[in-house]
Structures are given as C-alpha cells and as structure tokens.
C-alpha cells in the first residue's frame, strides 16, 4: 500500500510538473533531508539557477524529506526514473557500491569536510570502477557532498571510557566497529528511524553532526553531546541523475548540468561547514543541549583505534565485499587528500562562493567533461 501510494503521488507529482513547465523539461530532485538541513542549500542553488545555465532547457522542483522518496528508495527510485536527479547516501547500498564505500570507510581519518569531499569527488571521477559501478544501477555520478563532523548524542554525559562501556551506538562501517571496540554495542538504523530509537530506548547514543539535533528533532529526546569530532560522511552523491535523462541532453546542456552541480556541491559543503561551526560556538547551547568535554583518554583511544583500523579497513574490503587492490587505492585516495588539504588551505572553507569555484575547477580531476557518463 505504501509503494502504490508514492507511485501515485509521484504521479501526480509528474503531472503538475507537465503543466508547469512551460517548455522547459522540469526534473524533479528527490532530496531526502529535511528542507532545514544546510545540505538542501545546494540543491536550492542548483534548482535556481538550472533554467538560465540551460538556456531554458531544464528547469527543477524540488522534493525535500520523504515528500518523494525517502533515503533508502532514492538510489533506485533515480534507476526506474521516479526521480531525475536525487540525493544518494551510498553508505546505504554496499553491496552496488563496493569502490565508493571503501573510500568511505575512511571516514575516520579526517574531519576537514571539503577536503574530503572535494578528494571524494575527483576520486570517483576519475577511477573507472567507481564511475561504473554507478552507471551499472542506471545513474551518473555528479560529485559528493560531506555531513559536517560526527560526534556523539547521547542520552546521558559521554566523557570517559566508562561511559561509553555497554552503551548502544547507533554507527556503521568504522564508527561501528570503533564502538565495539570501545566496549559498546554497534546498532544499526536509518536516520529515519533515530529519534524513535532514543524515544524507546532501543539506541543511548547516536554518531552524528551537531545539526541532526534539530533536523532530526533529537534535541527533543538526547540533551547531551560529546565535543570530539570522530570524522564525516563524504559519500553522499548530491545530485545523481538518471541515466537515460542524462544521455537524452545534448553536450552543452551536460556541460552546464556538471558545471552547476560541482557549484551547488560546493555551495552545500561550506554551508555545512558554516552551520557546524556556529553550532559549536553557541549553538548547541541555545537549543538547551550540554556539551561535554572528553577526557584525554577518550581522545587517544580513539586516535589509536582509526590507526590500528587501517589496515583492517582494507582487509575487509576485499575479502568480504570483493574490492581489488584496496590498498592501493586507499593510497590514492589519500594522495587526493593531501592535494585537496592544500587546497583548501588557501581559502575560507566557510565561504560559499570560493568553494564553489574551487569545486568547479578542481573536482573532475582528469575526466573528460565532454563524454562523461556517456
């Protein structure tokens, strides 16, 4: 009932758009986060300004939150063309996306969001294995964006070792077997489903950014944050678009759909980035939720366990979800980080028109724009 029930809203959703396009071919853009969530910046940029890149060509209307699709149905809702553009947490489809999530797990390794993304997005453009892997579940991939950095909500104070013994994490991939490692129990759910999980005490702690304390309403049932970043979700393609739609537009139109997008990802990045940190300045506070300071002791478990987690990273990817050469290609990926570090350093990562343009020129790497995805 719930699948014929979005079928027909999409329907209609499909209907109203034939009528309002005026000419235009008007794609709809299932996003998933809720419209508060400084990621939708991005979309909203890109949505804007679409028709005037495209010459009037195409235009957007965008579905924010479940209104569409929600998280778990958009990677195939963009495949069976339900959606033309959508926001895929890749994090959610390990087994399609073997080569995107191996970089992934190295979520622990960095906390500067942009740099990771922007090395996330260069990495997939240019390494054949990953763009397949996309263009095999029927959509082309135009770049990640990145979560601002993961810390703790809890339902009770996390500063010690002790604390964390016993407690049920809400993580996944590295942050899962980071709880264990801490003595904690590794629960997985979808972000859906978190708020529900603190309310009936299925979950005490759940890894995510300052942000989801309003976004998700978790302010409401976890008054407690730990201040230590553990790292960010940086796979999350933004603005995944179907296949067929792609490969219908003429060269130009998809030259001014990638050059909008690496715009928009960037404009997304950095507005995350800005609200992270007017959230660790006050913010937090002023929405009636502690900050807690980690003892030293939680800071250097850590640190141990993302070294010591390396090569176990690597290891898993192959055996058990048959990447080749995770090593090497871990190496490579963080060579792209360093690069995108040092880019990064030269400018203010909260400002979203110097992101944007670094994205633009920088973010392919050495793809050809002209026959991407083609």
């Not at 009932?1 to 329907?11: D, E, F, N, Q």
């Not at 739609?245 to 715009?263: I, N, S």
Request: hydrophobic share 45%.
């Amino acid at each position: 009932m719930v699948s014929l029930i979005r079928c027909l809203c999409a329907a209609t959703a499909l209907s109203v758009i034939t009528l309002s396009a005026a000419g235009a071919d008007t794609l709809r853009f299932a996003i998933g986060m809720p419209d508060n969530s400084p990621i939708v910046s991005g979309p909203k940029y890109f949505a804007e300004n679409l028709s005037a890149r495209t010459d009037g060509a195409l235009d957007a209307r965008l579905f924010a939150g479940s209104s569409l699709l929600n998280f778990s149905e958009t990677f195939p809702g963009i495949r069976d063309g339900v959606a033309d553009i959508g926001y895929v947490v890749a994090s959610y489809h390990r087994a399609e996306l073997k080569e995107s999530n191996l970089i992934g797990d190295l979520g622990m390794t960095g906390t500067n969001i942009v740099a990771m993304a922007g090395a996330a997005s260069e990495y997939c453009f240019t390494d054949e294995a990953c763009r397949n892997e996309w263009i095999a579940q029927g959509q082309v991939f135009l770049g990640f964006t990145s979560t601002a950095p993961y810390r703790l909500i809890s339902t009770t104070p996390l500063a010690s070792l002790d604390d964390l013994k016993g407690k049920r994490i809400r993580s996944f991939s590295a942050y899962g077997r980071w709880a264990e490692a801490m003595e904690a129990a590794q629960v997985n759910l979808p972000a859906g489903d978190i708020y529900e999980g603190f309310s009936q005490g299925t979950i005490d702690v759940n890894v995510h950014p300052y942000e989801a304390l309003v976004t998700l309403s978790l302010k409401d049932v976890a008054k407690h944050v730990t201040d230590m970043p553990i790292g960010s979700l940086y796979i999350n393609a933004l603005f995944n678009t179907n296949l067929d739609a792609w490969r219908g537009w003429d060269e130009k139109t998809r030259l001014a759909v990638m050059d909008l997008a690496a715009e928009s990802i960037g404009r997304s990045v950095a507005n995350t980035y800005a609200d992270d940190t007017a959230y660790h300045e006050k913010g937090v506070a002023e929405i009636g939720v502690t900050v807690v300071e980690p003892e030293q002791a939680m800071l250097d478990a850590k640190n141990a366990f993302v070294q010591e987690d390396l090569t176990e990273i690597a290891r898993l990817n192959e055996e058990s979800f048959g990447v080749t050469d995770a090593q090497g290609k871990i190496e490579r990926f963080n060579a792209l980080v360093a690069k995108w570090e040092g880019l990064v350093a030269n400018i203010d990562p909260a400002n979203a028109d110097q992101v944007a343009e670094l994205f633009r020129e920088n973010m392919y790497g050495e793809a050809d724009k002209a026959t991407y995805g083609m």
